[in-house]
């Protein structure tokens, strides 16, 4: 059974693995299409804090059930269209006992802190997976970067009555602007690259700002007559980032932070008391994948056109490789398993 190993940082190989093992509780799934994801390239890039090589990456899955245990209830049917909640929880950490298993103490997602599924066939159990007679594999493989941009609104508690500012248009920036939109908030994207921003208008943004040609808290002021805008949702992970979603906000303003910052980062801590900021992390997502498959399933909003290339798995290492060297120009890179 072939996959995608990354063996060690800017290494991409194709690996044979033994075939998964089937517990009782368990589905084997045929693996049709995976997403890459940030997490995937900084993987890559040897960047990333939570992965020990080698890995295989992929949690962003679009799949078939080939196969299913013994205790799997019969709703579960084989031949049906799904994608996987890749994350794990303990059920006894502070924030499992808490309700928040997202962000559970000891979670190991798929593809970052263990093996992921950009192989031909994984196992998983059967509550982990979500199904959809409608949505086609590669929606199916949009869905899990979508709630995570939708959980990020879900934290930001983000209202009819909000401006919300969304910086970073990748894919999971546009999954918080969707959900935004959604929530009826005036919602302005911003990004250092017009065609992400264009795309970000079909999406819900009703305004958007070029921050490498045009100094984005000036044209804030601007929309929002000089109070800044009430939420922020980070999606880009840099220190410079950081400190503009402060200095973005308004006086008693919420700050969501999505994006890992690979540097620390320093701020003017009086920024967060003069405004009283409730500033937040938002990990994973909890309750949203049902909310995210419904919201594709209506086609509100052009989800597949998130997707800028697919490739079959023999070309993986190779978009690796094309995504390192221009990220900027790629929203979601798709790899296609088996014809």
């Not at 508690?157 to 401006?163: H, K, N, Q």
């Not at 409730?278 to 399933?297: K, Q, T």
């Not at 290492?317 to 088996?338: E, H, L, R, T, Y």
Request: with cysteine; net charge negative; charged share 20%.
């Amino acid at each position: 059974m072939r996959a995608v190993s990354i063996a060690r940082p800017g290494t991409v190989t194709t690996v044979d693995l033994q075939e998964p093992e089937l517990g009782p509780d368990d589905v084997l799934l045929s693996i049709r299409f995976i997403g890459l994801c940030g997490s995937d390239l900084n993987a890559f890039r040897g960047l990333s804090p939570n992965v020990t090589y080698p890995l295989i990456p992929g949690h962003e899955i679009g799949a078939v059930v080939a196969a299913k245990g013994d205790r799997v209830p019969d709703s579960v049917h084989i031949g049906a269209r799904v994608t996987v909640s890749p994350y794990s929880s303990c059920g006894d950490c502070p924030a499992c006992r808490a309700g928040r298993r997202n962000c559970c103490q000891f979670n190991r997602t798929l593809g970052v802190q263990r093996d992921g599924a950009l192989t031909e066939r994984i196992s998983v159990h059967y509550a982990d997976i979500v199904s959809s007679d409608v949505l086609t594999l590669q929606e199916l493989a949009l869905v899990e970067p979508m709630t995570v941009g939708y959980h990020a609104a879900n934290r930001g508690r983000v209202s009819e009555v909000d401006t919300v500012l969304v910086i970073g248009c990748g894919a999971i920036g546009m999954g918080a602007i969707a959900a935004a939109a959604r929530k009826g908030a005036t919602v302005i994207a911003a990004d250092i690259d017009d065609g992400k921003l264009a795309l970000s208008e079909r999406f819900g943004a009703r305004h958007t700002v070029n921050s490498s040609t045009c100094d984005l808290l000036g044209a804030l002021q601007d929309q929002t007559d000089g109070d800044g805008v009430s939420v922020v949702i980070e999606a880009v992970g840099l220190p410079g980032t950081y400190r503009l979603a402060v200095e973005a906000a308004a006086y008693a303003g919420r700050v969501v932070y999505v994006g890992y910052a690979k540097q620390p980062v320093t701020y003017d801590s009086t920024e967060f008391v003069r405004k009283e900021l409730d500033i937040m992390g938002s990990r994973n997502a909890l309750l949203e994948f049902p909310a995210v498959v419904a919201m594709i399933e209506r086609r509100e909003f052009p989800f597949a056109d998130l997707i800028t290339r697919v490739v079959p798995l023999d070309e993986a290492a190779q978009a690796f490789v094309d995504w390192d060297a221009a990220p900027g120009q790629i929203v979601k890179v798709m790899i296609q398993i088996v014809d």
